[in-house]
């Protein structure tokens, strides 16, 4: 194996990924973007902790409703909203229930559904406690930061 090789598969280990993302943090910082040929790390400013480990990220997300939005009807109780940009899903896996239906009581802390983002899997916590009333989006849609995807009351 040439140098040049060995210096791409070693450009930046987890522990480093992790510090640079501690760092972009703790100076609050917008966006950054490092590149070493064809690999590429993008850091982007958002209400989310990133985790480099594969285990599932816990988020917790909730906007209360104020309808100051006049083109969409209010929607009811407090809103859940994606806390990233990925893919939603209503169940840990495929031939398993969703977390959540219509009609469901939660409790603070229950997962209500996961985002996948850049192959992680995101769980997002329930903030507050009540009945699930709405369901916004549909299995495996993909969501953006900050859309509405379910409904507490």
């Given amino acids: 194996m040439n140098k040049g090789e060995n210096m791409k598969e070693q450009w930046l280990s987890v522990a480093e990924i992790v510090a640079l993302m501690e760092a972009f943090q703790k100076n609050n910082m917008g966006a950054l973007k490092l590149k ?3 690999q590429a790390i993008l850091l982007k400013s958002r209400e989310v902790q990133v985790q480099a480990a594969a285990a599932p990220q816990q988020t917790v997300v909730v906007q209360q409703n104020t309808g100051g939005e006049e083109s ?4 009811p109780g407090d809103v859940v909203t ?3 940009v990925g893919t ?3 169940a840990p896996a495929p031939d398993k229930d969703p977390y959540v239906a219509v009609g469901r009581q939660v409790k ?3 997962v209500l559904f996961l985002i996948e983002s850049m192959k992680l899997m995101n ?3 329930s903030e507050c406690e009540g009945t699930v009333t709405q369901i916004l ?3 495996a849609q993909a969501v953006e930061y900050g859309q509405p995807i379910l409904c507490i009351e």
Avoid: R
């Fill in 108 to 110: 603070k802390g229950d």
């Fill in 123 to 125: 769980e997002v916590l």
């Fill in 72 to 75: 969409a009807p209010p929607l």
């Fill in 82 to 84: 994606s806390p990233i």
């Fill in 36 to 38: 070493n040929g064809d």
């Fill in 137 to 139: 989006v549909e299995n």
């Fill in 88 to 90: 939603f899903y209503a």
